[in-house]
């Protein structure tokens, strides 16, 4: 087993921070555990040799983020955030929003299963008014890896088991292998594009919801509230946005305002 030495541990830690916003410094053991194998099957002796060659190769630092975070996501997961969606957000969207442009972003998307479920939400509440909307969900992950099965969509039962059955019936299409796919009308909704959550945010759009969900987890308290503070300047005014139910944003620091847990609105 390659051994990882206090100063590889160091450069990991600043390297994977300065780029990546992700915080290892309480890590070394899952680093060691997690990368040892890849070291020795690249043929390299130790990891200064693995940390040069992720820096020079960006493919490198898709698997390595890969290695050391989790893809793991569900559809319909953290359900009350789609329960605000379809009960608050939306009739007043209906009311309101004369442009009838729906400007979402699901910044951490994973495999898909959250953009897709928050536009089978969407489609779920605009029912045959929904040809008069344009619905346009933005779907970013850093792993091309993710996003690749994302574009396909196509999933085994067990992942959309906490759907509703009427929208098992309604969005999904059978594969020829007996999996299940998102169909077209729901797929057309989503955009899915690489993006890491450190780099600026150049979009122009700004978004009526923002969805980070279970992804700040790896941010240190500065690298989040930078992320944050991001967020608020994409969002619009009187837009939302929805964090995981395991991670806060501390009060006071950052302008959104709370709203119910794991739910923040710009005023
Ligand atoms: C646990 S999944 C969350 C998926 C989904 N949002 C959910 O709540 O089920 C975390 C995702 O964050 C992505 N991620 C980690 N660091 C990132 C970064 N700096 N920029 C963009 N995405 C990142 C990972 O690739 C992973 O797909």
Not at 3 to 24: C, P, R, S
Not at 45 to 59: A, G
Not at 125 to 133: H, L, M
Not at 178 to 185: E, F, H, M, R
């Amino acid at each position: 087993m390659v051994k990882l030495t206090d100063n590889e541990f160091l450069d990991f830690v600043q390297y994977m921070h300065k780029n990546y916003g992700i915080d290892l410094s309480k890590k070394r053991i899952l680093i060691e555990g997690r990368l040892s194998n890849l070291v020795e099957k690249k043929g390299m002796s130790n990891f200064s040799q693995y940390l040069e060659s992720v820096k020079r190769n960006k493919e490198e630092i898709t698997i390595l983020i890969n290695k050391l975070t989790t893809n793991y996501t569900y559809f319909y997961r953290e359900e009350n955030h789609f329960k605000y969606l379809k009960e608050v957000i939306l009739p007043f969207e209906e009311k309101n929003n004369k442009s009838r442009i729906l400007n979402i972003w699901s910044a951490g998307c994973s495999s898909g299963e959250e953009p897709y479920t928050i536009a089978m939400v969407i489609d779920d509440y605009f029912k045959f008014a929904g040809s008069q909307w344009k619905i346009q969900i933005l779907a970013s992950d850093i792993s091309e890896n993710v996003l690749s099965k994302a574009r396909e969509g196509i999933y085994a039962e067990e992942a959309i088991k906490n759907l509703p059955e009427s929208y098992k019936k309604k969005y999904f299409d059978k594969t020829n292998d007996g999996k299940l796919q998102v169909n077209a009308d729901i797929r057309k909704h989503v955009t899915f594009k690489v993006f890491n959550l450190m780099d600026p945010i150049t979009e122009k759009n700004k978004y009526d919801v923002i969805f980070c969900r279970n992804v700040m987890i790896y941010f240190n308290a500065e690298t989040k509230l930078n992320i944050v503070n991001k967020f608020y300047d994409a969002n619009k005014s009187g837009g939302y946005l929805m964090i995981g139910h395991a991670e806060t944003i501390q009060r006071n620091k950052s302008k959104y305002l709370y709203i119910n847990p794991a739910i923040y609105k710009k005023e």
